[in-house]
């Protein structure tokens, strides 16, 4: 599964010890964050993460440009939210194509949790059908079934 992770500045440090928690159910996954939050992370597991470019650069558009395309299987987006996003704000769009293209997402640790559990008993299997770039997918390919 491919899992999209962003972190608000004021979740960093919470999104690093989720992963720690998390660590072995993650590193059965690819993984890719925005720039800094990878850095958090990577420095606090040692998991193997893509680093986009931070959020405010633009990985926030990288990850939302996947979802798009369904190569994002699950989002945990861990907000602060204590800032209210204004119209037009990237995270309201990013959200909105995650609806559109029925991608679970995590806004915060409660659901985060739910989420990666599900995800290790098999409940978000159907994910693979609907990833171009799932093994599902690439061995259909491969056989032409």
Do not use: W
């Not at 204590?82 to 409660?110: E, F, K, M, W, Y």
């Amino acid at each position: 599964m491919e899992i999209a992770i962003i972190a608000d500045d004021t979740k960093k440090e919470l999104t690093s010890q989720f992963c720690i928690a998390y660590c072995g159910i993650l590193s059965k996954h690819n993984l890719c964050a925005t720039g800094v939050t990878g850095k958090y992370i990577t420095d606090a597991t040692g998991l193997k993460i893509e680093k986009l470019l931070s959020g405010t650069s633009g990985g926030a558009d990288q990850i939302a440009s996947r979802v798009a395309f369904d190569e994002i299987d699950m989002l945990l987006y861990f907000r602060d939210a204590t800032v209210v996003p204004q119209p037009g704000a990237h995270d309201l769009d990013l959200l909105r194509l995650c609806d559109l293209h029925n991608v679970p997402v995590a806004t915060n640790i409660a659901t985060a949790e739910i989420l990666v559990r599900a995800l290790d008993r098999g409940d978000l299997d159907f994910r693979e059908m609907i990833n171009p770039r799932s093994e599902y997918n690439l061995k259909k390919k491969r056989t032409g079934r």
